[in-house]
């Protein structure tokens, strides 16, 4: 599938729903691709992208950075704190932000760097312990602390279980985002985006059916 496919995907759905034309953003997931394949969508004029780790991002983005200036880059994966100086200086934005610890490390460093990358909150809907994010229970509490260290909080991010119905989940985070007055959703997939669209995705993360599947 192209990129330009995914898009005319992506306008229907917003037609469907009942949504602004454009009101979703495409993150193009280019974690583990290689930088051919990344320059050919660059050179299409997509700008939007998503990668997992900050060493990967590190070694790949400052140069196409360089060669196409209006590039944004978002942190989709997790993030460890001892990579969170790095993440500050080289992201857009971060999709991760998920425990106490790291909120007080980023805020720390956005400080002493003078720059503040957008910040989104993972919601484990899921409750899944072998996955990252917030507990939806805890959620209103740690969105509070957060804003209570003025990190930049624009919205939240899901990834739901795989075995079970996405929309459930999308339809959580929303409800859950509402409440708290933030107005951002990172949700959606390639096999779901979607259906979250229809739910208020406004960033949705698409990776093999843009690039072609990947090779570890």
């Given at each position: 599938?192209s990129?330009?496919?995914i898009?005319?995907?992506?306008q ?5 729903a009942?949504?602004?034309?454009g ?20 050179e ?16 790949k983005?400052?140069?196409?950075k360089?060669?196409?200036?209006d590039?944004k880059v ?17 992201f857009d934005a971060?999709?991760?932000v998920d425990?106490?610890?790291?909120a007080r ?5 956005i400080?002493?760097?003078?720059k503040s990358?957008?910040?989104f909150?993972q919601?484990?809907t899921?409750e899944?312990p ?15 602390e957060?804003r209570d ?5 624009i919205?939240?991010?899901?990834i739901?279980?795989?075995?079970e ?7 959580l ?9 933030l107005?951002?959703?990172?949700m ?10 229809a ?5 949705v993360r698409?990776?093999?059916a843009i690039f072609?599947?990947r090779?570890y």
């Open positions: 599938m990129l330009s496919e898009k005319t995907r992506i229907k759905a917003e037609e469907l009942g949504r602004t034309a009101s979703t953003r495409l993150i193009a997931v280019s974690k583990v691709q290689p930088d051919t394949r990344v320059q050919a969508v660059l299409q004029g997509h700008r939007l992208f998503g990668e997992n780790k900050v060493q990967e991002a590190e070694g983005w400052p140069a196409f360089e060669q196409f200036a590039v978002h942190l989709i994966g997790p993030l460890q704190t001892n990579k969170v100086k790095n993440a500050v200086a080289l971060i999709h991760a425990r106490p610890k790291l490390k980023l805020a720390a460093e400080q002493a760097q003078g990358p957008d910040m909150i919601i484990n899921g899944e072998q996955k990252a994010g917030v507990m939806p229970a805890d959620a209103d509490v740690f969105i509070k957060c260290l003025d990190l930049p909080i919205g939240l991010m899901v739901p279980p795989v075995d119905e996405a929309s459930l989940h999308f339809a985070l929303r409800k859950i985002a509402q409440r708290n007055g107005t951002d959703l990172s959606g997939m390639s096999s779901d985006f979607e259906r979250a669209i739910l208020g995705a406004t960033h698409v990776g093999s072609g599947a090779t």
